[in-house]
């Protein structure tokens, strides 16, 4: 498979995975709405919905179809022909489809899920693939619960679903429990082990059930991936998936990874609030990149660091994301030097002394009130102008 080797693919599932969490449920014009935000930020993949699961689910794939251009179009399957002809069908009007079809991978699953055998469930696993290349020509497989399978059996799954025409791989931490040098060595593993692992592109779709998602994506393309998997705001199940903006800004920030995405990443802020608003799940305000405090300082140590230079206390710059700016947040952690700023910017010049004597007046109010806006600094210089 021809590909820029350093670029890393970026599949979105905020419209499949992401709008599974209970309470969070869109309708067709509102994915329609989001699926074009995701064109314009420059994902690759947008996973629009598993169609065999419901009218709703199938009409969504149809109608983003036509809605996009750019991105490839996905659809989810389990390893049967319904699933798959389903898929097919949902995906006739997409310029570049993709169906994306699995089962499990670890003893885990196969067992207590399936109640089935190794041999069997390969075997599915291939015949699944084999069928839905008969619509498609770009298919991705997923080893459910690869995070927790046998590295051997997993090895010998993946060589098995690229020889039957699978173009991506897809290893999921399903339930978000490896470590990020345990998933990072499993995709090594596949790297170094898997005959015919240059014919497709390996992907990490990592779960937040420890913390760990974003963590573990970096970790498996540090070691081969060329997919990550995610949603906007880390949205998902139970705790979540990787967050786009996350990795991509690790990235973006650490170039000596040598890697890169197609990603508009002046765009985040913008797509983070309408998933956000839509979903109706707020975004935590110390959640990373996007958050309400992302970009706050309050500290009187962090404000005059950042006050001299911003690289102090930012590696990333407000505007890099979209974000509208930086703010000096003023409470009584806040030190001389954040105040004269806020003072200035509304227009007040002090001498060392007259600063002195607001800064005092001013910890008094911070200590009662939480924190302080511009009215309460106008009133702050209002009762200094009146004593004088």
Do not use: W
């Not at 978000?176 to 005959?195: R, W």
Request: net charge negative.
């Amino acid at each position: 498979m021809l590909h820029d080797p350093n670029r890393v693919y970026i599949f979105d599932t905020t419209l499949r995975d992401g709008e599974q969490v209970p309470g969070c449920q869109l309708t067709p014009p509102e994915k329609i709405e989001i699926a074009r935000e995701l064109e314009a930020l420059g994902v690759d993949i947008i996973e629009a919905g598993f169609p065999v699961s419901s009218p709703g689910d199938f009409q969504s794939v149809v109608e983003i179809s036509k809605a996009v251009t750019q991105p490839t179009i996905c659809a989810l399957t389990r390893a049967n022909k319904g699933d798959i002809d389903a898929a097919a069908e949902s995906l006739k009007y997409a310029k570049h489809p993709r169906i994306h079809t699995g089962i499990g991978a670890s003893d885990t699953h196969i067992k207590l899920k399936f109640n089935s055998t190794r041999e069997e469930i390969l075997q599915r696993g291939v015949d699944a693939v084999k069928y839905a290349k008969k619509f498609v020509e770009d298919v991705e497989f997923y080893a459910e619960d690869a995070g927790r399978a046998d590295i051997v059996f997993l090895a010998q799954m993946v060589e098995a679903v690229i020889a039957a025409g699978a173009t991506v791989v897809n290893i999921p931490d399903t339930n978000g429990y490896c470590t990020p040098d345990q998933y990072g060595s499993k995709i090594c593993f596949l790297k170094e082990n898997v005959k015919n692992i240059d014919k497709a592109i390996i992907s990490a779709h990592c779960h937040n059930d420890l913390g760990l998602a974003t963590a573990n994506s970096i970790a498996g393309v540090q070691n081969g991936a060329r997919q990550i998997e995610g949603t906007i705001n880390g949205i998902g199940e139970r705790a979540g998936n990787t967050s786009i903006e996350e990795v991509v800004m690790i990235l973006k920030t650490h170039q000596s990874l040598g890697l890169h995405t197609n990603i508009n990443a002046t765009k985040f802020y913008e797509i983070s609030r309408m998933v956000s608003s839509q979903m109706r799940m707020p975004v935590q305000p110390n959640k990373a990149i996007v958050g309400a405090n992302a970009f706050a300082h309050s500290s009187g140590i962090h404000q005059d660091g950042f006050l001299k230079n911003r690289e102090n206390y930012e590696i990333i710059r407000p505007e890099d994301v979209g974000f509208p700016s930086a703010s000096i947040v003023l409470t009584a952690r806040s030190g001389r030097h954040a105040l004269k700023f806020h003072l200035e910017r509304l227009g007040y010049q002090l001498s060392k002394d007259e600063l002195a004597d607001v800064y005092h007046n001013f910890l008094t109010l911070a200590d009662k009130k939480l924190d302080i806006n511009d009215d309460d600094l106008q009133s702050l210089m209002a009762n200094k102008l009146v004593k004088q």
